[in-house]
Each structure stands twice: as structure tokens, then as C-alpha cells.
């Protein structure tokens, strides 16, 4: 077996990956992807609490019927509940694919 050393970690492996234009080990890879989906999850999040913030409308609901506040533009106000709901299904979609893979762990 011919050994090489990771370029990220420096550990001994016996296959180096090129993923996304880097090359590394498998475990490498792994933890690099992992954090990418939760950088992306944190980032999500903090925009859909952002734009929550900004109507004036509670954590978890998405509901048109809250209504638009007072002094918000109308134009604004359509921007955001678009982005909001759109936001909203991709944080979901990444809660659903975690929780899928999850339990395939458990
Ligand atoms: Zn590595």
C-alpha cells in the first residue's frame, strides 16, 4: 500500500479526492462538506430572523395575513415576504435532510 499525506490534515491516507477543486482525504472532505451545509444552514437562518425582524413577525410562521407594518413600503413589503418564503423552504429543505440523514445514523 502506497501512502500519501493529505494536503489539509497531513495525515497518512491511502486515497487522496479532488472535490471542488481541493485535494484531501475522505474524513477531510467529510468535514469540509459538513461545514459548508452548516455555514449555509447558520446563514439562512440568520437572514429568515433578519427579515422576520423587519415585518414585525414572530419565529416560525409564515402567515400574509400578520400584515404589512405600518411605515413599510408596499414594493419592500412584497420583496421581503417573497424572500422570506423562499428563504423559509430552503432552511427547511436543510432541516429535512439533516434530520434524513440522521436517522439513517441512528
Ligand atoms: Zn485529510
Keep these: 500500500m502506497r501512502w500519501v499525506l493529505c494536503p489539509i490534515c497531513d495525515r497518512r491516507c491511502g486515497v487522496i ?18 461545514t459548508q451545509r452548516e455555514n449555509r444552514r447558520t446563514r439562512l437562518f440568520r ?11 414572530p419565529v416560525g410562521v409564515f402567515d400574509m395575513s400578520l400584515g404589512k407594518p405600518r411605515y413599510m413600503r408596499w414594493s419592500t413589503f412584497a420583496a421581503l415576504t417573497a424572500e422570506l418564503l423562499e428563504v423559509s423552504s430552503l432552511a427547511t429543505g436543510l432541516i429535512e435532510e439533516w434530520t434524513a440523514k440522521a436517522e439513517k445514523v441512528f
Excluded: M, P, S
Design 17 to 34: 479526492y479532488l472535490h471542488h477543486g481541493r485535494f484531501g482525504c475522505r474524513q477531510c472532505h467529510g468535514v469540509v462538506a459538513a
Design 47 to 57: 437572514r429568515e430572523a433578519d427579515i422576520r425582524r423587519r415585518l414585525g413577525w
